[in-house]
């Protein structure tokens, strides 16, 4: 058995300590997980039938609840394991430590809401759209936020469950639109698109900035410096907190517009120096 050796008076930093930041909408948030089976398709990976793990967010009367945890304990530890590409080692940062700002199980306020659905990244947790989720829900939309199981960690209630193997993308791809009931991949959506569009684009991050992640990874490059150029490829150079804001002022505009009928001219012209509008 190997033992790890550590001389007397070495200083062994801390895990990061990570917070995501608060919703800006009007309304406190709950959320609740559903454990759904559609017994009328076989997973292409389990041969079994489809197994999904989803939340419900949505606006709630003040509560006592517990405050629900950002990652679930297995997924946590996916994330504490595998953020190697990014200059994470495992046990640098309290993965499983962070919460949302969401209660577990509150009372709903009544009414009608619009329903907004959120799929996350490839290899990703729903979990990890959470600081753009909260903030929806909070301004009075209900958000479904589902995880596509095996092509990203899931924490079912009797197990874990990692990427799977064997895993093509063409495949993934069909089974998250048959898990969301959508399907399109972008180049084809945009040429057909007649109606309103806009491509807003922020020239300074990079694909992980649009994910919790750029939040963490901030954080525990404050307490240990992660390779600069391994950073910046995951997250770019934009302020992540600048990046957020940005980030839900163009969604919530969005939504508002199409869904509620507000009017605005966001989309007319770039307002921040750090957004670029395509049309």
Do not use: C
């Amino acid at each position: 058995m190997a033992a790890l050796m550590i001389p007397a008076g070495t200083a062994v930093a801390a895990p990061a300590r990570l917070a995501l930041p608060r919703p800006t909408g009007l309304f406190p948030v709950g959320t609740t997980e559903l454990h759904l089976v559609d017994s009328g398709r076989i997973d292409p990976w389990s041969a079994k039938p489809r197994e999904l793990m989803i939340s419900l967010w949505y606006p709630a009367w003040p509560s006592v609840r517990p405050v629900a945890q950002h990652l679930e304990p297995g997924v946590a530890d996916f994330y504490d394991h595998n953020a190697g590409q990014v200059g994470v080692t495992p046990g640098m940062a309290d993965f499983a430590g962070t919460r949302t700002h969401s209660r577990v199980d509150a009372p709903a306020i009544p009414g009608d809401r619009t329903v907004i659905i959120y799929s996350p990244g490839g290899a990703n947790s729903r979990s990890m759209g959470t600081v753009l989720v909260e903030d929806l829900a909070s301004r009075g939309y209900l958000v479904v936020t589902i995880d596509h199981t095996f092509t990203g960690p899931v924490e079912f209630p009797d197990r874990f469950e990692g990427l799977g193997r064997g895993v093509d993308n063409a495949r993934v791809m069909r089974e998250r639109a048959q898990d969301t009931s959508f399907s399109d991949d972008w180049g084809t959506f945009w040429a057909n698109s007649t109606g309103w569009k806009r491509d807003v684009y922020l020239p300074t991050a990079e694909h992980m900035s649009f994910a919790d992640i750029q939040i963490l990874l901030a954080q525990i490059n404050r307490g240990t410096p992660l390779p600069h150029d391994t950073l910046t490829g995951a997250i770019g150079t934009i302020d992540p907190q600048r990046s957020i804001a940005i980030q839900r002022t163009y969604i919530d505009a969005f939504f508002a517009l199409h869904l509620r009928g507000q009017r605005t001219t966001l989309f007319d012209k770039p307002v921040h120096p750090e957004v670029r509008l395509i049309t």
